[in-house]
């Protein structure tokens, strides 16, 4: 019939099982390297889908207690997808990615935001909390996400890849080994550490590769945690669907590589594990613009946000300085103080969802998980930044305004907690 | 006739002249202290004006260079109107307070943004940049303000007051001079200063006092640089016209003040003097919710925003790592590290402005000034924080967006600069 | 000192005094001719002010009554305020209006929405409910306005000039006579008429003018009600403060008349009298496009919007369809039946009101007062149009959404009706 | 592993093939009727999947020419799935029904836009344009569609059902099918009709049913072209993904269907197939509010829009009136009138696309399919209504703002048409 002439589904280039751990896998990786040899080639123009597992490559499950969460191997995080060549790229090439749309599998729809135990990943308020593991499992129902760990709140996904990024030069790889060297070397038993290095144990490339070169990968090959110039860890919440990314390009075909899908996130993502983390699949297509490194003037990735970003515009806002007033009151000065301004804009956040009957795991989850707003405010006023937090009432069930008569406290229960039931 | 019956204009509780050097003005003053008594009281539910001069008392002129700027006297900032009691009000109630609207003088019809120079002010970029004096005028035209030294953009103000706060209590400002004083002397001889603790010269209260209550309040009050838990210098530019904002009760009238009215402001106000400074006035109503602190769980002030905030959605998004890339390519950790990472999202605007034709001093005149969105996207990624600063796109004249032919260079000139030519 | 220098208000070419009767005060005038000569010319990018009093000419009062509306003279409405010349502007350039700012006199900080009688004025629901007059004042707090007469909702002023408009040539003039002369000798008998014919009773230019010509300007003007090519009463809220407004030209100097200025409307204006409104000022700037009406195509005004519009996301949307469902339930065809399901939508919104607790007049006038959206949805799909209408949910003060128990029924008085008490 | 455990997709309880001719197919229906018995039953909660064959039946072709469109049968449209019963609704309830989400499937990323022939469908501007087929493909691509047909332009989806309603009770059947058959009788010679009353040729009910029943049915039932109170084609582009929907209940189960997916489409839809019709996959969740009808006066659906529809805040609007000036400028009398003035809106759009270089039929296809906006601005000011119609600017690949040298007209080439050329 009429319909089916000229029906071509948009190819998979990378195929991955949510199911199935990572280093099961092929075209996984969790190290970046200039070596790793791409897996797919895509040409500029295509449209084309890249599947990814869950960051922790199928560690945790859809149930009640958070013992995955506590007992993690975190040396083997992040999953990603790739790398993914694109024809005629070039270093000093800007590659522009469209991020066409990331969902979950079908067969997969829920996800789930953890907080970490201080000794094992840790997290914002990882050392004012002594975080015991605690999880929220979330259940997708088309554009929106509920958990029953979190009664009360529905919100629309601002869905997006966590961790995407183009491959380094050897050179650029060289240059972060070594001020991330640097500083480790300079805060040698820090707790958790500053910094993490190349680290053997954990690495993987899903490639048969010589014995030599995977060696040599698995030796140099820099860890995924942190944002780089290149892109990588940069928990972006608006690099979203629908949004244009332009990356630099280091190396012959650019090399893409993308994993950490997140069904929904708030700025920061406060508790590490903090967006609704998932497995799914991400639909890209990309062009190249020549030179487009000096043409723009490109340090690290600029991006277009998207038109189908959810809107909440009507937001409960707290506010953040630079005193750790919720802690032993110590007044820190500029340069090291927009994250203590930002701690205590989310305690103050935290202490208000506690008012309405959410406990302190449940509200660190959700500023974690929910579509957040975080502004910095003042950044000139020495000795205080001011940052704000912003809450979108639209995503509660009930009415969270200040009321003359306070606020009304419902029973909301409690998040997964670990079987042994510490906190 | 008809309409003239029942024609009540609001009353102006405090007035202000913008043409007139604070210091020769009544209702005004530049500390933070609670025996600074009330000029005037409202009543919960009256809509009232309240008029301000600039911050800086009238210092600044409307002209082509930057020397007032170069010459300004920064002791006496920042000059607010009030305090003003609200009837009712105790410590520990919730002042709310509407910020009504927030516009400029007829008769000046006009504001600025200025550099200060790295000994007399400095700002974000003072060191990096050996700051000199650099100012840009903005010409108010209703809603919108363009700049005969910023050519090429023209925006909607999200008009604000930079500073607005209750008065401390006595115990509170004890705590603030502590915790200040402790990091100043911590960082004795930092230029700039970490922080500014009281300070005689340059102290005012335009009222008749007693001079030993003078003397004490000029003896101990509090800067008015930061923001604290009283709200304070916190230059949200989301506090705008329209906006609700919940207050902690300090003193008895709650004793509100407020100026460094601003027509426009970016999100962080990086050269300090950065938003749109102007004189103008604030419309206020005031209510109370009693014992709002402990029913908010309130350690500083929450709030609504505006529907009427300027809606940009489409920009450009740059953003940077803790990395100092632009400098000396140092790797900082993440507790310092946020305030590292704003500077090299702004660093990388300002480099991108500066190929469609933008000067440097100019652009970040820009960035300081105009409705810029800066979001904390991963601060749980160690070592790097990841900022974003989202540049509309609406208020360029030109398309800005990335082309395959590179980015077309304009003559956009250069902002007013010291008469000397020092740059 | 400083910031008195070069300190120049943007002049006001046209005054008027919101208290006194139009007929007594120059620079008005309520009908459309070619030969109205301009009181003002204005340069290209001047900005500038023009006072305007409301739309009765000071006939209405802040009571408690709606007997002035009543026995409202509606032959005499609209007075504009103009005509103002553009140096430069000729017959089929575009005259660019850029309407920076609409806000009332700070000495009348108050407006009215009114439900005309069905035998004087009528209004979209005047027949259906045999309309008897009533009022509802509002009281303009800043940005927002509030009701005693309508209790439990705030909004923000979408504030516009109803009215604005490029005199016609007398070509055009005469192409308007012609055509609703026609109209009117069609339906001869209709009450209310389909169309106002020229009417020398009430016409007014306030200008010393020669006799004769003063006669024929009565004796041919177009009346103000509809909006027609030039602009007119086209009463779209969206062309508010911060819109630029391209209008097409057919005089030399375009001659620009503005008046029956809006606080705030409901896209629709129901109840004819139904925006808030206002006395108040009108900022402007100019600027010409040479040939334009050829350039764009225009056969109309053209526009860009406020990026300051009142943002409210949230909406409770009610539906219509062609069948006068609340009527008599005839079943209307696709021409004749956009305004029928229009009503239908409006009156699912009047019952959704009258369910919370508001009289069917005070929903008439706030449907037609709050930023209310109007969307067409279906035009084709014979022989039901369907019209939406959507109710901001964030004006209201209370949450109005569809729950399982119910609507809550609040007490929220009656709006101001006739002395008589007759509704 | 752990992430397989409790991972359970939700069901699809409506299966389609949009491949295969809907004559063909099972669960499929084209007329509503009480008596059509529910092909499944869902429970409230429950999150459930439904797919779509496209509202033709899979009679167009991802092809270059519109002879497909030409010849279309369109007795036999809309092809809907369902009914579906939700267990517990009764008459006099109210039918929540969240719309999760509407996308295409994955096997047919692709949809069309049409313009009919004058005599075989129609469209707004049939008689106006003496309308040839013609058509444009458009290409999914993520959240966007762009077309090989109208170059220049992607937008994002604000994919919604065209057509979704609850089952009529034979009594409303009756009033639907008396009403309009009287409308019929008075216009029985109207080319094209006004109304189209039950046919049997065409009828269509997927299901084993006895003759008589299926007789009655095809006898009795209404025609799926106009919305009616239960919803069915109402052609609102905001009742979209994310959005929730308020039902009347008039049969036991309240019996959903729903079909005519759109991935986007215009205010208005104007020419009739114009939206981006697809075949694809909605998926629901429901619940009940016991006697919803009276508790909210409903007399038609309501809804609640969608927090992630595209937002392109920048517009160009034009303006119409309900004159005729763009044909032989007859003057409309109001209640006549809001369908002219809507046509003018879109022609001054049309004529302002043409400038920039797409031909009449793009623009038109244009018009229907994008995110377009049209709002009711004044429907009280006789005799004409002022419609606007906003076109969003951020669609567009060309900055196609007004500009002083005018507008670039670009080459775009031609949509589809008909293999023999005939426009």
Same mark, same amino acid.
């Given at each position: 019939m009429?319909?089916?002439?000229? /029906?071509?589904a948009?190819?998979?280039v990378?195929?991955?099982?949510?199911f199935?751990?990572?280093?099961?896998?092929k075209?996984?990786?969790n190290?970046w390297?200039?070596?790793?040899?791409?897996?797919?080639?895509?040409?500029?123009?295509?449209?084309?889908?890249?599947?990814?597992?869950?960051w922790t490559?199928a560690?945790?499950?859809?149930n009640?207690?958070?013992?995955?969460?506590?007992?993690?191997?975190?040396t083997s995080?992040?999953? +990603?997808?790739?790398?993914i060549?694109?024809?005629?790229a070039?270093?000093g090439d800007?590659?522009?990615v469209?991020?066409?749309?990331?969902r979950?599998?079908?067969?997969?729809?829920?996800? =789930?935001?953890g907080?970490?135990?201080?000794e094992n990943g840790?997290? +914002?308020?990882a050392?004012?909390?002594?975080s015991? $593991?605690?999880k929220?499992?979330?259940?997708?129902?088309g554009?929106?996400a509920?958990?029953r760990?979190?009664?009360?709140?529905?919100?629309?996904?601002v869905?997006h890849?966590?961790?995407i990024?183009t491959a380094? /030069?050897?050179?650029?790889?060289?240059t972060?080994?070594?001020r991330?060297?640097?500083?480790?070397? $300079?805060?040698?038993?820090?707790v958790?550490?500053?910094?993490?290095?190349?680290l053997?144990?954990?690495?993987y490339v899903?490639?048969?590769?010589p014995?030599?070169?995977?060696?040599k990968i698995?030796?140099?090959g820099a860890?995924?945690?942190?944002?780089?110039?290149h892109?990588g860890?940069?928990?972006?919440?608006n690099?979203? #669907?629908g949004? #244009?990314?332009?990356?630099?390009?280091?190396v012959?075909?650019?090399n893409l590589s993308?994993?950490d899908?997140?069904?929904?996130?708030?700025?920061g993502e406060?508790?590490f594990?903090g967006?609704?983390?998932?497995?799914g699949?991400?639909t890209?297509?990309?062009s190249?613009?020549?030179?487009?490194v000096?043409?723009?003037?490109?340090?690290q990735p600029?991006f277009?946000?998207?038109p189908?970003?959810?809107l909440? /515009?009507?937001?409960?806002?707290?506010?953040?300085?630079?005193?750790?007033y919720h802690?032993?009151g110590?007044q820190y000065?500029?340069?090291?103080?927009?994250?203590?301004? =930002?701690?205590?804009a989310?305690?103050?956040?935290?202490?208000?969802l506690?008012?309405?009957?959410?406990?302190r795991?449940?509200a =660190?989850?959700?500023?974690?998980?929910?579509p957040?707003?975080s502004?910095?405010?003042a950044i000139?006023?020495?000795p205080?930044?001011?940052v704000?937090?912003?809450?979108?009432?639209?995503?509660f069930?009930?009415d969270?305004?200040?009321?003359?008569?306070?606020?009304?406290?419902?029973?909301?229960?409690?998040?997964a907690v670990? /079987?042994?039931?510490?906190?």
């Amino acid at each position: 019939m009429a319909t089916i002439a000229n /029906s071509v589904a948009h190819p998979t280039v990378v195929s991955a099982d949510p199911f199935v751990p990572a280093r099961e896998q092929k075209n996984l990786h969790n190290r970046w390297h200039p070596d790793i040899p791409a897996i797919a080639t895509v040409k500029p123009g295509q449209v084309f889908n890249v599947e990814c597992v869950d960051w922790t490559g199928a560690q945790i499950g859809n149930n009640d207690t958070s013992d995955d969460i506590r007992d993690i191997d975190l040396t083997s995080v992040h999953n +990603l997808s790739g790398p993914i060549a694109v024809e005629g790229a070039e270093p000093g090439d800007c590659l522009v990615v469209d991020i066409l749309d990331v969902r979950p599998f079908d067969k997969m729809p829920w996800g =789930y935001t953890g907080i970490f135990e201080l000794e094992n990943g840790g997290g +914002l308020f990882a050392r004012e909390f002594q975080s015991r $593991a605690a999880k929220a499992i979330w259940d997708f129902k088309g554009v929106y996400a509920t958990s029953r760990h979190i009664p009360g709140v529905r919100f629309a996904g601002v869905s997006h890849p966590g961790l995407i990024g183009t491959a380094p /030069s050897a050179e650029l790889l060289a240059t972060w080994n070594k001020r991330e060297g640097a500083l480790i070397e $300079a805060h040698a038993n820090a707790v958790p550490p500053v910094a993490y290095g190349p680290l053997v144990p954990g690495a993987y490339v899903g490639q048969d590769l010589p014995n030599d070169l995977r060696a040599k990968i698995y030796r140099e090959g820099a860890r995924t945690i942190p944002g780089r110039e290149h892109g990588g860890n940069c928990d972006i919440k608006n690099l979203s #669907r629908g949004s #244009r990314c332009y990356f630099p390009v280091f190396v012959k075909g650019a090399n893409l590589s993308v994993g950490d899908l997140h069904f929904s996130q708030g700025d920061g993502e406060l508790s590490f594990c903090g967006a609704i983390e998932m497995a799914g699949i991400v639909t890209f297509s990309t062009s190249i613009i020549k030179g487009g490194v000096e043409k723009f003037a490109m340090r690290q990735p600029i991006f277009l946000p998207s038109p189908v970003d959810p809107l909440y /515009s009507a937001k409960l806002i707290f506010q953040g300085i630079s005193v750790d007033y919720h802690g032993d009151g110590t007044q820190y000065n500029m340069d090291a103080s927009v994250t203590v301004a =930002y701690k205590q804009a989310a305690l103050n956040a935290i202490a208000y969802l506690m008012k309405i009957g959410y406990t302190r795991e449940q509200a =660190y989850l959700l500023l974690s998980a929910a579509p957040v707003e975080s502004h910095i405010g003042a950044i000139v006023d020495s000795p205080n930044a001011c940052v704000t937090l912003g809450l979108p009432l639209g995503i509660f069930e009930h009415d969270i305004l200040p009321k003359d008569e306070g606020l009304k406290k419902l029973e909301f229960g409690q998040c997964a907690v670990r /079987s042994d039931g510490v906190l």
